[in-house]
């Protein structure tokens, strides 16, 4: 079992910055990637930013230039940096953890409870 938590959104003005934490805890496990997404009130869940064990990332068309996530593994967390926020990046934010679990042999995304960023002047 994986729990994930988020943690640091908030209200925050147009053009202004957040840093959003998410931290995987649990029994043994290897991650194979964290990753970001976004849910908006009517409207698809969306990936903003991924990161992956290797090192690869990769962002939204939305957000590129102005999000950047960031990994510590040593401490099994994940950042996404947000600066120069818009209205239309209200949402609320979750972090989905891919992970293998003690010996098993197959990998298993877990979820967060999702933290509230909200742009708003």
């Known amino acids: 079992q994986v729990q994930v938590v988020e943690s640091g959104g908030g209200l925050v003005q147009p053009g202004g910055s957040l840093r959003l934490s998410c931290i995987a805890s649990?029994?043994?496990?290897?991650?194979?990637?964290m990753t970001w997404y976004r849910q908006a009130p009517g409207k698809q869940r969306e990936l903003v930013a991924a990161?992956?064990?290797?090192?690869?990332?990769k962002y939204a068309d939305s957000v590129k230039g102005r999000f950047t996530t960031s990994r510590d593994s040593a401490k099994n967390t994940v950042y996404l940096q947000m600066d120069s926020l818009k209205p239309e990046d209200t949402a609320v934010y979750l972090c989905?953890?891919?992970?293998?679990?003690?010996?098993?042999?197959?990998?298993?995304?877990?979820w967060g409870q999702g933290t509230q960023v909200t742009v708003s002047s």
């Open positions: 649990g029994s043994t496990f290897s991650i194979n990637a």
């Open positions: 989905n953890v891919n992970a293998v679990v003690g010996t098993l042999r197959y990998s298993y995304s877990y």
């Open positions: 990161s992956t064990s290797g090192g690869s990332t």
